[in-house]
């Protein structure tokens, strides 16, 4: 059987300008392409394909597998989204539990009520011959010094009463305390945990995290939180 070449290419360049021209429009209606626009290119491929040389079914099937196994995984990616957002307002609602309760936190300023008195603790991960705590109000001036002596390895609790270095009861505020530690011959900084009461809870639409509030405005995630009180 004869075949005209001449009106077979002219044929073949006339789809293969109608499959551009479906192509170049999907790509300006939106840079992603989506199901619709996969769809409309499959269908023009089909229609305009080169008689003399035919995709292959296998082709065709290959393709469509690989658009399904990425829709899939496009509509689970969706699915899992909407959880984390539901699982984050979930959480902030939980958390709303801890307003007015205490925390742990570390090197803050702490809120005292004056009479009152502030639980703390230091770590001391390889114990320590000797501790100091040095007590400061929100003017950074020294209000109190602790001192205990050789404490075994781990968290040594302690209480300070509220009192001044003449045992006065100091004024209602902001106080912080620092420690430092004789370990193994050498004066060292530890850090101190104080338990401070939560004002607030804050969420961050962008990872979903949730956070709590502090007296003095300090903010910490709540997977930070190791210790709650009342």
Same mark, same amino acid.
């Given at each position: 059987?004869?075949i005209?070449?001449?009106?077979?290419?002219?044929?073949?360049?006339k789809?293969?300008?109608?499959?551009?021209?479906?192509?170049?429009?999907?790509?300006?209606?939106n840079?992603?392409?989506?199901?619709?626009?996969?769809?409309?290119?499959f269908?023009?491929?089909?229609?305009?394909?080169?008689?003399?040389?035919?995709?292959?079914n296998?082709?065709?099937?290959?393709?469509?597998?690989?658009?399904?196994? &990425?829709?899939?995984?496009?509509?689970?990616?969706?699915?899992?989204?909407?959880?984390?957002?539901?699982?984050?307002?979930?959480?902030?609602?939980?958390?709303?539990? &801890? $307003?007015?309760?205490?925390?742990?936190?570390?090197?803050?300023?702490?809120?005292?009520?004056?009479?009152?008195?502030?639980?703390?603790?230091?770590?001391?991960?390889?114990?320590?011959?000797?501790?100091?705590?040095?007590?400061?109000?929100?003017?950074?001036?020294?209000?109190?010094?602790?001192?205990?002596?050789?404490?075994m390895?781990?968290?040594?609790?302690?209480?300070?009463?509220?009192?001044?270095?003449?045992?006065?009861?100091?004024a209602?505020?902001?106080y912080?305390?620092?420690?430092?530690?004789?370990?193994?011959?050498?004066?060292?900084?530890?850090?101190?945990?104080?338990?401070?009461?939560v004002?607030a $809870?804050?969420t961050?639409?962008?990872?979903?995290?949730?956070?709590?509030?502090?007296?003095?405005?300090?903010?910490? &995630?709540?997977?930070?939180?190791?210790r709650?009180?009342?």
């Amino acid at each position: 059987m004869a075949i005209n070449t001449n009106a077979t290419s002219s044929s073949l360049l006339k789809n293969v300008s109608r499959y551009e021209d479906v192509k170049d429009q999907a790509k300006k209606t939106n840079e992603e392409m989506g199901k619709q626009d996969f769809l409309t290119l499959f269908t023009a491929q089909l229609q305009n394909q080169n008689p003399l040389e035919p995709v292959k079914n296998e082709a065709f099937v290959a393709q469509l597998a690989q658009f399904s196994q &990425l829709e899939a995984l496009t509509n689970m990616q969706g699915s899992l989204d909407t959880f984390v957002t539901a699982m984050s307002g979930e959480r902030m609602l939980n958390s709303a539990s &801890l $307003i007015g309760k205490k925390v742990a936190i570390t090197d803050s300023p702490t809120q005292l009520t004056k009479g009152g008195s502030m639980d703390a603790s230091v770590d001391l991960p390889m114990g320590a011959s000797g501790v100091q705590i040095s007590v400061y109000d929100s003017q950074g001036r020294l209000v109190q010094e602790l001192t205990a002596g050789p404490q075994m390895p781990g968290t040594t609790p302690f209480t300070w009463d509220g009192k001044d270095a003449a045992q006065n009861p100091v004024a209602s505020g902001l106080y912080r305390l620092s420690a430092t530690a004789v370990v193994n011959g050498k004066t060292t900084n530890v850090p101190v945990s104080t338990l401070s009461t939560v004002r607030a $809870i804050s969420t961050n639409p962008t990872d979903g995290s949730v956070s709590v509030e502090v007296d003095g405005g300090k903010s910490l &995630l709540l997977t930070d939180v190791k210790r709650v009180g009342i």
